[in-house]
């Protein structure tokens, strides 16, 4: 077999790549009832999920916010701990609930990168939040880990919607964003479980 001269192998990887960037999903509209202030919150939710990664989690944070103050904020750290509870948001309400009464804790918003996974909404529901913003879809960071999609996906909004009808579920919201965090990690780890 003959070697590609530089100028067709660059090309040949040009067209590799590109066609592996278009099996990413395209990302989809933020919730319309999400707000300038949520738009704030989310790009640290954003940032903690980049703070994960550079300590060996997966690219996950949550922070909770009262009338417009940080209460807490939380990287995933699953890997580094063995623990698997310590996703963003189940790591959050573990860490504060003995620091924040429950009071607090429904006067508040949990920012979330990703969407909660099912374990992660029986503690938003037992901490009593009642509002809750998500950056990217379970279902769409699922497709760039290169899951399929599962035939009937339990969202966020349903778990609550049947078990908890009083809280506020919104996302997502600047899922370009997310999904591009999303993209940097989970190839390099294709075979890792995904957890929140």
């Not at 701990?81 to 948001?89: F, G, I, L, P, S």
């Not at 009642?130 to 599962?150: A, C, M, N, S």
Request: net charge positive; with cysteine; charged share 20%.
């Amino acid at each position: 077999m003959l070697p590609l001269r530089p100028a067709l192998k660059f090309g040949a990887l040009f067209i590799i790549a590109a066609c592996a960037r278009a099996a990413f999903p395209a990302p989809l509209a933020d919730d319309p009832g999400c707000t300038a202030t949520d738009r704030r919150f989310m790009a640290r939710a954003y940032e903690l999920a980049r703070v994960a990664m550079s300590h060996g989690g997966a690219p996950f944070g949550a922070l909770l916010v009262k009338d417009g103050k940080v209460l807490a904020e939380f990287s995933n750290c699953e890997f580094a701990t063995h623990d698997v509870t310590k996703h963003a948001e189940t790591g959050l309400i573990s860490a504060y609930s003995p620091k924040i009464d429950r009071a607090t804790f429904a006067a508040s918003t949990l920012y979330t990168s990703s969407e909660p996974c099912t374990m992660c909404c029986g503690s938003i529901r037992y901490a009593g939040i009642r509002r809750i913003v998500y950056g990217t879809t379970e279902e769409q960071f699922l497709r760039v880990i290169g899951r399929p999609p599962l035939p009937h996906p339990l969202a966020s909004h349903e778990v609550f919607a049947r078990t908890a009808p009083g809280v506020l579920v919104l996302g997502p919201l600047m899922e370009a964003e997310g999904l591009a965090i999303h993209e940097a990690y989970w190839p390099k780890l294709r075979t890792t479980p995904a957890k929140s």
